[in-house]
């Protein structure tokens, strides 16, 4: 058992000196169980058990261990509620253990939280650990030894800060606590309590944004064939189709295709283009063609179409079936002179 002097100072013999095994133990302690500095000073011998598929195992099972072993704590009674349990960092339970080994028999002491006798973990020399031995002892070793200031801009670092930024990474998590675990995990009395530690972040922000899909939902991407020829040539200038819209079962020639009402349910109008006809077969030739793709903002009858399917597609229909397409009729004139009916289809496309 190695022995190092760390600053505590006992009224009767100074400064204390203690075992690397409790050091190394108080410290994970405070880094990983997201407890408070007095609820660790009073954890008890006996307080880490392991569990393997839901069974108990022993912890000197190192096979067992290896394999997905769950750490799990026992917090005594705290200050907001009664005791609990919770797991933990496996790393931590395999340093309380090894302090547990090394730690000699010790009287059982007072716990003025429960009036009882109790094994307390962190004694030695039949004197409990003091809360504030964190604060002053471990925090400015630990930084010390890092080479970073025990201060920053919110203040000096205490070992709440641990709790805190735990309880932060936890909701922040790409598979989260929601906001009733992380109240259970730290052992807080109500949800209010955890709202102050669930601070969400900027990255955690922008996922949550992008899964939102607003602009998704909002706006549609297609591709778009320019003709370069049609432009230099000057023939786009006396009215021949120079740009050509994918609708996904054809092209649309309209040059004002963003203003047109009935893009979501194709009319079939004369500016429409069957991809199977051989008028698109020679477009799709041309050498000179120009890919890009243009985003379209949707109206709020195209985004119930797309968000809500052929219902809301069916009334956008029978709203648009009197209204004009770009080549002057209607969707109603061009069902009736045509035996085939109009090809209603969304518009493809994916996220801009």
Same mark, same amino acid.
């Given at each position: ?8 100072? #006992? ?35 006996? %307080? ?5 598929? !839901?069974?108990?195992? $022993? ?11 769950? %750490? ?26 090894? #302090? ?9 002491? @007072? ?16 004197? /409990?650990?003091?809360?504030? %031995?964190? +604060? ?5 070793? *630990?930084?010390?030894? =890092? ?10 670092? &205490?070992?709440?800060? =641990?709790?805190? &930024? ?18 259970? #995990?730290?052992?807080?009395? $109500? ?16 996922? =949550? ?15 778009? *064939?320019?003709?370069? +020829?049609?432009?230099?040539? !000057? ?6 189709? #120079?740009?050509?819209?994918?609708? !996904? ?5 309209? &040059? ?19 991809? +199977?006809?051989? /008028? ?6 041309? =050498? +000179? ?8 903002? @949707? ?13 809301? @597609? ?14 002057? $009729? ?5 069902? %009736? !002179? $045509? ?14």
């Amino acid at each position: 058992m190695g022995i190092v002097e760390f600053g505590e100072k #006992w009224p009767s013999t100074g400064v204390q000196f203690y075992p690397l095994e409790l050091i190394r133990a108080i410290t994970l302690t405070w880094l990983f169980s997201g407890q408070r500095s007095d609820e660790i000073a009073r954890l008890r011998v006996g %307080c880490i058990r392991w569990q393997h598929d !839901g069974a108990g195992i $022993s912890g000197d099972d190192r096979q067992v261990l290896a394999r997905d072993a769950v %750490c799990l704590l026992d917090v005594p009674v705290h200050k907001t509620g009664s005791s609990f349990t919770k797991p933990v960092d496996p790393l931590m339970g395999e340093a309380l253990e090894a #302090w547990q080994k090394a730690r000699p028999l010790q009287p059982k002491m @007072l716990d003025r939280k429960t009036a009882e006798q109790a094994d307390f973990l962190f004694a030695y020399r039949a004197r /409990r650990v003091a809360s504030h %031995c964190i +604060n002053d002892a471990i925090i400015p070793v *630990l930084c010390a030894k =890092a080479g970073v200031p025990a201060a920053d801009v919110r203040g000096k670092i &205490t070992s709440h800060r =641990a709790r805190s &930024t735990i309880a932060s990474q936890l909701y922040n998590a790409k598979e989260p606590m929601t906001l009733f675990e992380l109240q259970a #995990w730290p052992g807080h009395a $109500s949800p209010e309590t955890t709202q102050h530690y669930a601070k969400i972040t900027p990255n955690t922000l922008t996922r =949550a944004y992008k899964d939102v899909g607003y602009f998704e939902r909002n706006v549609r991407t297609i591709e778009v *064939l320019i003709d370069r +020829n049609a432009v230099t040539s !000057g023939q786009a200038a006396a009215g021949e189709p #120079w740009q050509h819209y994918d609708l !996904g079962h054809g092209w649309c020639s309209y &040059t004002f295709f963003e203003q047109c009402q009935h893009r979501m349910a194709c009319a079939k109008c004369d500016f429409y283009i069957p991809k +199977n006809s051989s /008028r698109a077969q020679l477009l799709e030739a041309k =050498a +000179n063609l120009q890919r890009m793709l243009i985003a379209i903002p @949707l109206t709020d009858d195209e985004k119930a179409a797309v968000d809500d399917g052929q219902e809301a @597609l069916d009334k956008l229909l029978e709203r648009l079936a009197d209204t004009p397409t770009p080549a002057g $009729s209607t969707p109603r004139q061009l069902a %009736c !002179g $045509s035996a085939e009916p109009p090809l209603l289809q969304i518009l493809p496309g994916r996220p801009s």
